[in-house]
């Protein structure tokens, strides 16, 4: 049985000590297993701000504390978090140019790095921004039910995609589990919907549901978006 204070910090494989010394702040970092846990503060009992894959990769922000038996660095722009902290046996330093979120996604922005998949990564900034100033708000009551995070994500919603990051508010409140719920609905509804695989069909099927493109409702919504700085084919 792993010791408890292993398996806290990670889901998966442990790996050997990566980074154990003083780095430089602004070296980029990569994970090397997936599973790990980001925290709010150097310690095992810190609260667990986002769950990292392997090959993702952030800036260093320069803190290293020991706590629990382990170097922890602060990593900067995690999964829509400013500040996380990483036990550095899951880590390796990378010298690659375009750092944070690498790993696991085809673009970032201001706040953290959004998950690939069948909708772009400019589209998904248009919505976004559209839906929150891509800033993860709250949950609040919107239309006969809460609307949460970057994406104002509601409870329905969260469940076609497959109930991802324990809760829809912790998973609406992170960048990276949010834009990865989106993805994970568009491909479940976006071939049968009869919708062109698109940017305004995504963004119409987000405001409308699995059959929103086509319906006229959903147009302001499309404008908005168009607004934003997106077109059909962004």
């Known amino acids: 049985?792993?010791?408890?204070?292993?398996?806290?910090?990670?889901?998966?494989?442990?790996?050997?000590?990566?980074?154990?010394?003083?780095?430089?702040?602004?070296?980029?970092?990569?994970?090397?297993?997936?599973?790990?846990?980001?925290r709010s503060g150097a310690g095992l009992s810190h609260s667990?701000?986002?769950?990292?894959?392997?090959?993702?990769?952030?800036?260093?922000?320069?803190?290293?504390?020991?706590?629990?038996?382990?170097?922890?660095?602060?990593?900067?722009?995690?999964?829509?978090?400013?500040?996380v902290w990483v036990a550095g046996n899951f880590l390796r330093t990378s010298?690659?140019?375009?750092?944070?979120?690498?790993?696991?996604?085809t673009g970032t922005s201001a706040h953290g790095s959004f998950t690939s998949g069948v909708v772009s990564a400019h589209c998904l900034s248009c919505i976004c921004q559209h839906e929150s100033g891509c800033k993860p708000l709250g949950c609040a009551w919107d239309v006969n039910s809460d609307s949460c995070g970057y994406f104002q994500l509601k409870d329905v919603y969260w469940q076609d995609c497959g109930r991802p990051g324990g809760s829809l508010a912790a998973c609406a409140a992170d960048l990276h589990c949010s834009s990865g719920c989106?993805?994970?609905?568009?491909?479940?509804?976006?071939?049968?919907?009869?919708?062109?695989?698109?940017?305004e069909s995504y963004a119409r099927i987000h405001n409308?549901?699995?059959?929103?493109?086509?319906?006229?409702?959903?147009?302001?919504?499309w404008n908005a978006i168009q607004h934003a700085g997106c077109s059909a084919n962004s």
């Open 95 to 105: 010298s690659s140019s375009h750092c944070s979120g690498s790993g696991t996604s």
């Open 182 to 199: 989106i993805q994970k609905y568009m491909s479940r509804y976006i071939g049968g919907s009869g919708c062109a695989h698109n940017c």
């Open 208 to 221: 409308g549901g699995p059959a929103g493109c086509h319906h006229s409702n959903t147009l302001h919504y």
């Open 1 to 38: 049985m792993l010791p408890t204070l292993l398996c806290c910090l990670a889901f998966a494989g442990i790996t050997s000590a990566s980074i154990s010394g003083h780095i430089a702040s602004g070296t980029c970092v990569c994970l090397t297993t997936g599973g790990v846990h980001a």
């Open 48 to 83: 667990i701000l986002a769950t990292l894959n392997s090959g993702e990769c952030y800036k260093f922000n320069g803190g290293i504390l020991t706590h629990d038996g382990y170097h922890w660095y602060e990593l900067q722009d995690v999964h829509g978090h400013h500040r």
